[in-house]
Nanobody
Framework: QVHLVESGGGLVQAGGSLRLTCAAS????????MAWFRQAPGKEREFVAA????????YYADSVKGRFTISRDNAKNMVYLQMDSLKPDDTALYCC????????????????????????WGQGTQVTVSN
């Protein structure tokens, strides 16, 4: 069991930056691949970014590629989402998610972008980007 708690959200003007943090407690953090998803009001949850167990591989939604950076510190049980050049369309509730055992064939061929792949979820942190 892994317990995830997000922080770092807030209100920011377009073009600004925020850094989200997801703190994990429980079992060995490096045993879990992690991701960030977001959900705006009236919209479905969407994939934002993912990072593999040791951080060697990262994946991004096209909408955030080049603006957002996912990273992790396994010694601190933390995963981060650095968000730059924020846009009003980035406004959403951002949740981190984690999964332990996943078949490599599934994870590395698109499974890392699917919410159904992930077992553990945080409550989320709200990001609001104003014009």
């Amino acid at each position: 069991q892994v317990h995830l708690v997000e922080s770092g959200g807030g209100l920011v003007q377009a073009g600004g930056s925020l850094r989200l943090t997801c703190a994990a407690s429980g079992r060995t953090f490096s045993n879990y691949a992690m991701a960030w998803f977001r959900q705006a009001p009236g919209k479905e949850r969407e994939f934002v970014a993912a990072i593999s167990w040791e951080g060697a591989s990262t994946y991004y939604a096209d909408s955030v590629k080049g603006r957002f950076t996912i990273s992790r510190d396994n010694a601190k049980n933390m995963v981060y989402l650095q968000m730059d050049s924020l846009k009003p369309d980035d406004t959403a509730l951002y949740c981190c998610a984690g999964v332990g055992v996943v078949a490599p064939g599934k994870y590395y061929t698109g499974g890392n972008r699917l919410s159904g792949t992930y077992e553990y979820w945080g409550q989320g942190t709200q990001v609001t980007v104003s014009n």
